[in-house]
C-alpha cells in the first residue's frame, strides 16, 4: 500500500513538474557559435556564421532521392511567406504574414502556440502598406525575438508565447519599418529599419539588452545636421564626405537586413542600404562618396562604437545597396589562412573582405555588370564606367535596383569551398531628364528622385543558382533558371544544396556538380529559404511555401504571369524526411484574372493620371503591383468588382475607411472623393486596354 502510494505521488511530481515548467533552455553566444552542434537550427542563419551550412548527413546526395513529405501545416491566412524558421530542442518557431509567430512541434508540425503582435490594429488608419513579410526571429536566454512591421522589438518566451517585453524602434509616424530579423548576441538584440524609399530617412540600428529590452546603444549609418551635433567620431567622419543639404533628405543607409555577429573577434558587421533618395545629385549635389551608404561597418558588440568600414558602392546612385547577407569564413589565401567576410551585394560583385582590417582581399563580378569595369584592389574602389551615372539622361544600367543578388541568403559550405548564391540577372533604364534639383520626398510617399523601367535582361535567363568559389572569385557551376527570384539556399555535410523557386518546384542539388537529385513540386512559388534539423533521430528538412517579397508583389511585371493569384493557392509549411508518410493535397489551380469590362464607363484621361500618380505615391503598387499587374499578394484590381462603379460605396469604405484591415489592406481616411474616383479611372483605363490588347491567359 505505501509503495503504491509512493508511487502515485511520484506520478504527481512528475505530472506537476512537467506541465507547471515554464523553463526554456539557456541560449548563449557559445551554442549560437557552434558550428559542430547539429541536431537544431539556433539563428538566422544557423549559427552566428550566417553559412546556413549543417553538419547533417543522414540525407545526403546518395538518398537525397527518397525525401517525401513528413508533415505539413496549412496556413490559410497568410499570403507572402519569406522567413527562416527557428529550431530549438524539437520546437519549431517562425513568422508569418502580419508578423504572427508561431511554435510547432517541429517532429509532427502540430501547432504549440500563436502570438499575433496585431500590427493591423497598432497601425489604424495609418498610411503603411507592403506589411505582409518578414525575414525571421533570434532566440537568445529563455526568449525568442520578434521585430514588427510598426517598428516594435518584442520579446517573447519560448515556452509560452507570452510577450516578455516590448520596446518601439521608431515613432509611428516616421516612414520607417522592419522586414528583417533582429540578432541576438553577447545579451543584446539589435535591429535595423527600412524604409529608404518611403520617404526622407536617416537609417539606423539600436541595441537592447536581452532581458530587460532596456536600450544599450544606437548607431547611426549617416551623419545627420552638422548644425545640431554629431553623435559620435565615426558621424563627424562621414560628414565629410556629403555635400550640400543631406539631411533636408535623410540620406538613407536603413540596415533592413544582414547584421551578422563574429563571436570569434567579438565585432557587429552591419549591411547598410542605399542612399535615400537615390539620386545623389539631390541628395549631395556636389558629390561625395556619402558613408556609411552601401558599405559593411564592423562595430563594437558592447558600445555600438565605429571599428572600420569598407563601402562597396561610393557615391551610390543605383539603389545598389549592401543589405545582403554578411557570412563569415576561414578561407587559405595564398598559403596563409584568412578570416573574411563573404558578401555579395547588388551591385553584380562578390567581395571576400577581411574581417580583422576591413581591407578588401579580393572581389569578382558574378553576373553581368555594366556600370563598374573592375574593383581597384589598391584603392578598394570600383572604377566607374563613363555615363553609368546617367548624366547624360538616360542609360542602360545593369544589375537593376533588383541587384544581382537580393535578400535570399546565400550558403557556403566548408566541405566544398563554394558559396551557393541565388543569382538574379536584370536590367535596368534610368532616365534624369526630369531631374528637378528642389525635389524632395514626402513621409509615405517616397520616390527616388531619378525615373526608371525595368530593361531588357542581360541573359535569356532571369535568374540562376551559382556554386561560387570564393578563393579563385568564378562559378564552379551554374543552373540558369528561366524566372527569378528563388528562395535562398541550404547546404548541408550530406554535399547537398536546396533551394525552392518561382515556379513552386523544390529542388536538392549535389553541391559539387549542380546536378538536379530530386524535386517536388509546391504547386505555389517559393520565397523562403529550406531549412534543416533533427529530432529523435530523424533529419528534416523543412520551408515555407509562399510566393513573396517585393517581386513577387508585383515589383516587375512579368511576377503575374505565374498563376499566383490571391486566395488562389494555399500558404503551408512543409517538412519532409527520409521515412515521410504525409499526404499533401493538391493545390488550387494557376489562375489568371481576367480584367473586367465596364459597360458605359468613359474613362477620364486626366483623371487616369492622377490615379496614376496615387497609386504609385500611395504604394499601391507594392501589394497590387506595378502597373496594376498583381503577383498574388493582393487582389488583381483590374479584375475586382469592386471598382466597378455600382460598388463605389464598398470601394470607399476599404480604402478610405479600413474595412479589409484585417485581411492587410491599410486604410487611407485621408483620401478626397476625387482621388478615389481618379484612382478607379487609372484602374478602369488599365483594365480597359489589357481586355483591348486580349491579354494572355
Ligand atoms: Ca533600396
Known sequence: MILRLWNLYLLVVVALGVSMSTEARNITDKELANESESADWLAYGRTHSE?????????????????????????????????????????????????????????????LWEYDPEVRKVLAGRKQAGWVHNRGLTAYGENIFQATWDGRLIALNRKTGKPVWSQRTFELDEA??????????????LIGNGGTEAGPTRGYVTAYDAETGKQAWRFYLVPGNPADG???????????????????????????????????????????????????????????DNLFLCSVVALDPDTGEYKWHYQTTPGETWDYNSNMDIVLADLEIEG??????????????????????????????????????????????????????????????????????????????????????????????????????????????????????????????????QAWDPISQEAKWAVPQPLGWASGTLVTAGDVVFQGQADGLLKAYNAETGEVLWHFDAGLGIS??????????????????????????????????????????ERRLIAFSLEGQAQIPGQGPRIYPQPLLEAGFEVDAELATEGELLYLTKTCYACHGSGVLAAGMAPDLRASAMLLSEMEPFFQSVVRGGDRVARGMPAFPDLTDEELEALRHYVRKVAHEAHSANIPD
Open 51 to 111: 553559412q546556413r551550412f549543417s553538419p547533417l548527413a543522414d540525407i545526403n546526395r546518395k538518398n537525397v532521392g527518397d525525401l517525401k513529405p513528413d508533415w505539413y501545416l496549412p496556413l490559410p491566412d497568410d499570403v507572402g511567406l519569406v522567413a527562416t524558421p527557428l529550431v530549438i530542442d524539437g520546437v519549431m518557431y517562425f513568422v508569418g504574414t502580419m508578423n504572427i509567430v508561431r511554435a510547432v512541434d517541429a517532429a509532427s508540425g502540430k501547432l
Open 176 to 189: 520607417l519599418y522592419i522586414t528583417g530579423a533582429p540578432k541576438a548576441f553577447k545579451g543584446k538584440v
Open 230 to 288: 554629431f553623435e559620435d567620431a565615426a558621424m563627424e567622419m562621414a560628414a565629410e564626405t556629403w555635400t550640400g543639404e543631406w539631411w533636408k533628405h535623410g540620406g538613407g543607409g536603413n540596415a533592413w537586413h544582414a547584421i551578422t555577429y563574429d563571436a570569434e573577434l567579438e565585432t557587429l558587421y552591419i549591411g547598410t542600404g542605399n542612399g535615400s533618395p537615390w539620386n545623389r545629385k539631390n541628395r549631395s549635389p556636389d558629390g561625395g
Open 336 to 465: 596563409k589562412p584568412r578570416k573574411v567576410i563573404l558578401h555579395a551585394p547588388k551591385n553584380g560583385f562578390f567581395y571576400v573582405i577581411d574581417r580583422l582590417t576591413g581591407r578588401v582581399i579580393s572581389a569578382e563580378p558574378f553576373a553581368d555588370v555594366n556600370w563598374a569595369s573592375h574593383i581597384d584592389l589598391k584603392t578598394g574602389r570600383p572604377v566607374e564606367i563613363p555615363g553609368a551615372r546617367y548624366e547624360d539622361g538616360r542609360q542602360n544600367i545593369t544589375p537593376s535596383l533588383l541587384g544581382a543578388h537580393n535578400w535570399h541568403a546565400m550558403s557556403y559550405s566548408p566541405r566544398t569551398g563554394l558559396v551557393y548564391l541565388p543569382t538574379l540577372h536584370t536590367s535596368m533604364d534610368m532616365d534624369d531628364r526630369a531631374y528637378d534639383d528642389t525635389w524632395y520626398a514626402k513621409a509615405f510617399e517616397g520616390g527616388t528622385a531619378v525615373d526608371w523601367v525595368e530593361g531588357k535582361s542581360p541573359r535569356d535567363y532571369d535568374g540562376s543558382l
Open 528 to 569: 523562403a529559404p529550406p531549412i534543416t534539423y533533427k529530432v529523435n533521430g530523424r533529419q528534416y528538412m523543412a520551408v515555407l511555401v509562399g510566393y513573396g517579397g517585393s517581386y513577387a508583389a508585383g515589383l516587375l511585371p512579368d511576377a503575374n504571369n505565374l498563376g499566383w493569384a490571391y486566395g488562389a493557392q
